[in-house]
Structures are given as structure tokens and as C-alpha cells.
Nanobody, 125 residues
Framework: QVQLVESGGGLVQAGGSLRLSCTVS????????MGWFRQAPGKEREFVAA????????YDAGSAKGRFTISRDNAKNTVYLQMNSLKPEDTAVYYC??????????????????WGQGTQVTVSS
């Protein structure tokens, strides 16, 4: 059974940084495309960033690009999301997800097969 566990969320002031981690167990991490999504209260879940199984990177064109960096460490079965220059509007529950179909797009939630439980990120002004 594949399990994803996020960590690294918390409370940070605007302009600060956080690094989220998502560790995968029970599967073949190196063959998974990995993505980060977020969901703010009252809003739909939205794409943040993704890395394909081959290492290709994709970012949301609006909020994440230029401030967030996704990376993966196949030796640790872990994907990271480095978030810099955080803004109050980045406040959300952040979810990681895994795709085991060798997808190359990875912008849509339906492309993913496994999800973590989420980690709360709160940015104060």
C-alpha cells in the first residue's frame, strides 16, 4: 500500500520561507511523478508544482513560479517544496500526490493516484 506523508508546514510571517517534505512508502518512488497542490478555505484545490519521474519540472504560472521550487530525492523517497517570499494568500493546506502512470503533464488532480493527508501552511501579515 502506497502512503504519502507530508511534513514541514507551520506558521510563518509574510516574507518568510518554509520547506515542505513528502515521503513515500510502499511503492517505487523513482517511477512516480510527484506533485504539490494546495487548498485554501472555501476554495478549490489548485496545482502548485510537479516533477515528473524523469525530473521534468512544472510550476503554476501564477503564484508559485519564481518563489517556489520543487525537487525530489529518489534515494530518500522524498519530494520537497521550497517556498520563499511567502504571502498571506499562500495560506492553505498543502497536499502532495503521486502518479504511477508515467504522466508528463501532472497539472490536474485527476492525473494522480495517491495523496497525502495534507499539511497546514499559515502565513501571517
Amino acid at each position: 500500500q502506497v502512503q504519502l506523508v507530508e511534513s514541514g508546514g507551520g506558521l510563518v510571517q509574510a516574507g518568510g520561507s518554509l520547506r515542505l517534505s513528502c515521503t513515500v512508502s510502499g511503492g517505487t518512488f523513482s517511477s512516480y511523478g510527484m506533485g504539490w497542490f494546495r487548498q485554501a478555505p472555501g476554495k478549490e484545490r489548485e496545482f502548485v508544482a510537479a516533477v515528473t519521474w524523469r525530473g521534468g519540472l512544472t510550476y503554476d504560472a501564477g503564484s508559485a513560479k519564481g518563489r517556489f521550487t520543487i525537487s525530489r530525492d529518489n534515494a530518500k523517497n522524498t519530494v520537497y517544496l521550497q517556498m520563499n517570499s511567502l504571502k498571506p494568500e499562500d495560506t492553505a493546506v498543502y497536499y502532495c500526490a503521486a502518479d504511477d502512470d508515467y504522466g508528463l503533464g501532472l497539472r490536474m488532480a485527476y492525473e494522480y493516484d495517491y495523496w497525502g493527508q495534507g499539511t497546514q501552511v499559515t502565513v501571517s501579515s
